[in-house]
């Protein structure tokens, strides 16, 4: 995730961006890449304000464009009340939505959350989830990644296992989802990589733990 962010630089293989090759690719990312990490990293002696400007600056994003989406989507994300005041006074949840606000409001070509939902309230999901819908309808590109896969199934139209650290699945959700029952992706998970007496070690797990109980 941090060497297609651009944060970490890589020397060999590609990178590429639709399916092309993108010429200098470092200046690329700066400028049409956000990066939301698991753990918001922020200067936490700035305003939520002060650091959505320094992140626009950096980015050298559209004033005006920039000023509306911020003010829309920190409405959106409860957090106009907040906004002025030092990040490091903030709860982790509340930092988290400050970290996504600054991704989206300089409108990038690419977002990036890693695991980046951690924290956030049931409201602010909902409307992160439904802001990510609309960027892909719009041409824009989202990657996300998470260990919960009960969202990305709903979420995600295609889809990457990583078992290890290898990729053992790569597909069309349509494509992969063969009914319409929910929890497909999980059991397909536990398929592909060997676990499916997970569910039932589980299962038999609970009973003996809680029979005296019932």
């Not at 829309?72 to 990040?87: F, K, Q, S």
């Amino acid at each position: 995730m941090r060497i297609i962010s651009g944060i970490i630089r890589y020397d060999s293989g590609t990178i590429k961006i639709d399916d092309q090759n993108v010429e200098n690719y470092d200046k690329f990312a700066r400028k049409n890449i956000s990066y939301v990490p698991e753990t918001p990293i922020l200067y936490e002696t700035l305003t939520g304000n002060e650091y959505c400007d320094l992140y626009a600056n950096a980015r050298n994003a559209d004033r005006d464009d920039y000023d509306e989406r911020k003010t829309r989507i920190a409405d959106a994300l409860d957090l106009v009340e907040v906004m002025d005041r030092p990040i490091g006074m903030l709860s982790f949840g509340t930092k988290q939505k400050v970290s996504i606000l600054a991704a989206l409001s300089s409108d990038p070509q690419v977002l990036i959350l890693d695991e980046s939902l951690n924290g956030l309230d049931p409201t602010s999901i909902i409307v992160v989830k439904e802001i990510m819908r609309e960027m892909v309808k719009a041409g824009h590109f989202v990657i996300f990644s998470t260990h919960l896969l009960d969202i990305a199934e709903i979420i995600c139209q295609r889809v990457q296992i990583l078992d290890s650290g290898k990729k053992v699945l790569d597909g069309n959700m349509d494509e992969l989802k063969e009914d319409e029952e929910n929890g497909f992706l999980e059991k397909l998970f536990l398929a592909i990589t060997g676990k499916e007496d997970v569910l039932d070690k589980a299962k038999k797990l609970g009973d003996s733990l809680f029979q005296s109980d019932r």
